[in-house]
């Protein structure tokens, strides 16, 4: 196995994309980031920056205790705090919160937390046009994303704006300290899947492909001494660096086969979300790595391994994450279903969706095979 990959010259530009004639569109998106280990002092300074003054803190029940503390340092600009975000943004908290924004005479959000509590923030500011200021303390990159997830009656829809991505954001690495380090690790892997998938997108560009080489690297090293040293400032702060990146990837270009197969078989048999993403990923790059080598070179560069389908099945055993499908719940004669569902309406793939094929993948994931080429 060769390891001085990270040593090798980056591909041409021309090679960035999935165009392969060097043509590419980049759009940036509008937001302000201030990073670093203490930067939630720094709450009172961004909030104002925003012009706000009657803040509505956002949090999760379990980090309400977070947001009351933090809130405590904006002082007078303190209207209210909302400790009830949940997963999958549930319309009917978005419209209790709504409540509290034209009781309370709110002119900004701030939303802390993962991607639940920062879904309440996009769902919020959409509705009322508000500024929305984010503190992530996971690894999920929804606050680098112009996408929103919404749940009504159960029913999930995304919708995608522009105006979802919250005005700015503070990373702040010491609240990722208390993130556990199972947590952090299949949070990691989903993150490393959105680079994946953003290196053999059809909207690839050289500067997504940068910030994904770059993210799949931070977090390859970063996450497996997170699992022995959860405090360890160095692994968190290239941690939360690595997310950032991955959720700029996810925000700025398509995904593909990998992200397709994880909402399916989320949807279909209630899957925790990171941990499908863990044990689905090997094998979507090993079914998509003949039709995109140029993607498989640097995600292998960034792993510092020759085989990039094997390098993240290799790194999800060193974080031991689930390797099987049939672990975490899903029913064996749910792949044939998953299989037939997953080629409905195929997002853009480099290498045709093809129903056989897939179904050996799902049945390879589902047994926690070592990913072969399908
Ligand atoms: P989460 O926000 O649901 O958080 C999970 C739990 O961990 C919560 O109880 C939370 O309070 C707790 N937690 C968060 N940070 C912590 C910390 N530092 N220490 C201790 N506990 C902490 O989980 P998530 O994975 O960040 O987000 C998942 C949600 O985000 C899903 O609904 C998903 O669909 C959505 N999402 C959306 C996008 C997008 O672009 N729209 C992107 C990624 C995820």
Redesign the pocket.
């Known amino acids: 196995m060769s390891v001085a990959a990270s040593d090798a010259v980056r591909p041409p530009i021309a090679a960035a994309g999935n165009a392969g004639s060097g043509t590419f569109a980049y759009c940036s998106q509008q937001y302000r980031v201030v990073f670093g280990a203490g930067t939630s002092a720094r709450l009172g300074e961004e909030a104002e920056r925003l012009g706000i003054k009657r803040a509505l803190v956002l ?5 309400q205790d ?1 947001g009351r503390q933090l809130g405590a340092g904006l002082g007078d600009r303190l209207a209210a705090l909302f400790a009830g ?5 549930p319309v009917e908290v978005t419209n209790e919160a709504l409540r509290i924004v034209e009781s309370r005479d709110i002119d900004g959000l701030i939303a802390i ?7 309440l923030g ?1 769902a919020l500011s959409l509705r009322t046009g508000l500024p929305h200021l984010a503190v ?7 606050e ?6 919404e749940t009504t009656n159960g029913i ?1 829809t ?1 919708q995608h704006s522009q105006d ?1 991505v919250p005005d700015a954001v503070i990373y702040d690495v010491d ?6 380090p199972q ?1 952090s690790a299949a ?1 990691g892997l ?1 993150a490393i899947a ?1 680079a994946v998938e953003a290196l053999y997108a059809p909207d690839a560009n050289p500067l997504t492909s940068l910030m994904a080489e770059d993210g799949i690297a931070a977090l390859a090293r970063a996450l497996p001494r997170i699992m022995t040293g959860p405090a360890d400032a160095g692994a968190r702060r290239n941690a939360l660096y690595g997310a950032w990146l991955c ?1 700029v990837c ?2 700025a270009v398509g995904m593909s086969l990998h992200h397709k197969l994880c909402h399916v078989l989320g949807g279909m048999f209630n899957l925790p ?2 941990e499908t993403h863990a044990i689905v990923l090997p094998h979507a790059a090993a079914y998509n790595a003949a039709a995109a080598s140029e993607a498989m070179t640097r995600i292998a560069r960034a792993l510092r391994t020759d085989d990039a389908p094997q390098g993240l099945f290799d790194l999800a055993q060193r974080l031991a994450l689930p390797r099987r499908l049939a672990d975490i719940g899903m029913p064996e004669d749910g792949i044939a279903r998953a299989a037939e569902m997953a080629v409905r309406s195929p997002y853009a793939n480099p290498r045709p969706v093809e129903r056989v094929a897939i179904q050996d993948l799902i049945a390879a994931a589902w047994r926690g095979d070592a990913p072969a080429r399908h």
């Open positions: 949090t999760t029940p379990e980090q977070l975000a949940r997963m999958h943004t937390g993962g991607g639940s509590t920062v879904g996009k992530p303390t996971t690894y999920a990159g929804s680098m994303t112009p996408i929103l997830g999930k995304t979802l609240l990722t300290v208390s993130l556990p947590v949070s989903n959105h959720g996810l925000g979300h990171a």
